[in-house]
């Protein structure tokens, strides 16, 4: 059973910092796109960031472009969400994602993290 172990939420006052770590297993996460998913009260599940495989290729939803750096660390089989500058609209589950792109696109998602921006 595939299994994605986040770590990293909590409580943060607005302008602060927090980083989420995701780590999977080497054999999912070699080959694996992985990606950050928030899901705020009442709101949909919506993308916050991706990286490729060999960390070349990020992606960023507008709302956190150039506060949320996305990294992987491949020795590690981890993910990386550095949050930076958060506001109380940054308060979500975080999710994390491994997408493979086998002959047809497989998902695996993380439990979630909870993340309250809040003074």
């Known amino acids: 059973q595939v299994q994605l172990v986040e770590s990293g939420g909590g409580l943060v006052q607005p302008g602060g910092s927090l980083r989420l770590s995701c780590a999977t297993s080497?054999?999912?996460?070699?080959?694996?796109?992985m990606g950050w998913y928030r899901q705020g009260p009442g709101k949909q599940r919506e993308l916050v960031a991706t990286?490729?495989?060999?960390?070349?290729?990020?992606t960023y939803a507008n709302s956190v472009s150039g506060r949320f750096p996305i990294s992987r660390d491949n020795a590690k089989n981890t993910v990386y969400l550095q949050m930076n500058s958060l506001k109380p609209d940054d308060t979500a589950v975080y999710y994390c994602?491994?997408?493979?792109?086998?002959?047809?696109?497989?998902?695996?998602w993380g439990q979630g993290t909870q993340v309250t921006v809040s003074s």
């Open positions: 994602n491994a997408q493979l792109s086998l002959p047809v696109v497989v998902n695996y």
């Open positions: 990286i490729t495989t060999n960390g070349r290729r990020t």
């Open positions: 080497r054999s999912i996460f070699s080959i694996s796109t």
